[in-house]
C-alpha cells in the first residue's frame, strides 16, 4: 500500500523578520497557500521564538489585557494562535510543528488527523527514551484530549486543529526544555485570566531524557518517515512574503490590543 506523500520543511528561517508573529505567520500562510491548491500537505517544524500564542477565545476573555502585559513583562510577546485552546507558550527550547493538508470537506477527518499527530510525537518521544502517552493530565496548561504527556504525569506536547475550505492545519508546540520558564509566565498569564491549571504538570522532554533540541526533531521527523513518503522542501519566496504580510494579523501589542481575528478571516 502506497504511504501517503508530505513535504518536510526543516528550515531554520529566522521568523522574527516578521516580527515575533512571523513563525505563526509561516503556518497561516502554508494552510493558506495548500488550501489554494497551490501547494501540496506539508510538515514544518520550526524553532520558535519566545511567545504566548493565545486563542481568539481567549482575546474575548476578561484579563485578557492583563495576560498580554504579563507575558510582556517575563520577556514573551503575545500572538494569535491558529488553533483554539487556551494560552500555549512557545520559546527557543520548543519546537513548533505545523502540518497543512488538503482536505474536502475538512470536518469529516478532525479525529484522525489528532490521531496522526499526536500517535506521531508519541512514537518519536518512546523512540527517545521516554514512556509517553497520548492523552491528557488533569490540571495541564490548555487542556486537549491529543496532548502527549509522559508517564501519565506531566504534559509534553499540546495538538490542535484550524479548518477552512479545504484545508486543515493540524499544528501546536513540543516543549523539549526549559519548563521553568513556560511554567513562569504560564502562572501569571493564568492568573491574569482566572484560569485554573497544576503547574506541577508542565514538564519538558529533557527533563525525561537527555536529548537535544535537534535529537526530538530528527526523532519527530523519523516517526512521519515511518508512515509517510517524505520529500525534503525549503519555504520558498511566495510563502515567506504571504508570511510576511499576515503577520501583523497575529501580532498583539503589549495593552491587549488586536487586529481582526484571523480566525475570522479566509
Known amino acids: 500500500m502506497a504511504r501517503p506523500p508530505l513535504r518536510l520543511c526543516l528550515d531554520d528561517v529566522d521568523p522574527t523578520r516578521a516580527g515575533p508573529a512571523g513563525d505563526t505567520a509561516v503556518s497561516r500562510a502554508l494552510l493558506q497557500r495548500v488550501d489554494a491548491g497551490e501547494l501540496p500537505a506539508t510538515l514544518r517544524l520550526s524553532r520558535p521564538p519566545r511567545v504566548v500564542a493565545f486563542s481568539a477565545r481567549d482575546a474575548r ?40 493538508e488538503p482536505a474536502d470537506p475538512p470536518a469529516t477527518g ?31 496548561y490548555c487542556p486537549g484530549d491529543w496532548s502527549v504527556n509522559a508517564r501519565g504525569a506531566v504534559k509534553l506536547a499540546g495538538v490542535g486543529q484550524r479548518l477552512l475550505r ?20 504560564l502562572a501569571d498569564v493564568h492568573d491574569a485570566m ?6 506541577a ?15 526530538v526533531r530528527a526523532a519527530i521527523a523519523a516517526a ?42 479566509p
Open 166 to 185: 479545504r484545508g486543515a492545519h493540524t499544528g501546536g508546540v513540543v516543549v523539549v526544555d526549559d519548563a521553568p520558564a513556560v511554567v513562569a509566565v
Open 194 to 199: 482566572g484560569l485554573a491549571w497544576d503547574p
Open 224 to 265: 512521519f518517515a515511518a508512515t509517510h513518503d517524505l520529500a525534503p522542501w525549503s519555504l520558498d519566496p511566495a510563502t515567506l512574503a504571504l508570511a510576511r504580510a499576515l503577520a501583523v494579523e497575529h501580532l498583539v501589542d503589549p495593552l491587549g490590543v488586536t487586529t481582526p481575528s484571523p480566525a475570522a478571516r
Open 201 to 215: 504538570v508542565t514538564g519538558a522532554v529533557a527533563d525525561e531524557v537527555s536529548v537535544t533540541w535537534e535529537e
Open 61 to 100: 476573555s476578561p484579563g485578557f489585557a492583563e495576560a498580554v502585559a504579563a507575558a510582556h513583562d517575563h520577556g514573551f510577546a503575545a500572538v494569535l494562535r491558529l488553533a483554539g485552546g487556551r494560552p500555549a507558550v512557545f520559546t527557543p527550547a520548543t519546537i513548533a510543528f505545523a502540518l497543512a
Open 110 to 140: 478532525i479525529t484522525p488527523r489528532f490521531r496522526v499527530m499526536a500517535e506521531a510525537l508519541r512514537d518519536a518521544f518512546v523512540a527517545l527514551g521516554v514512556d509517553a502517552r497520548v492523552g491528557a493530565v488533569p490540571g495541564e
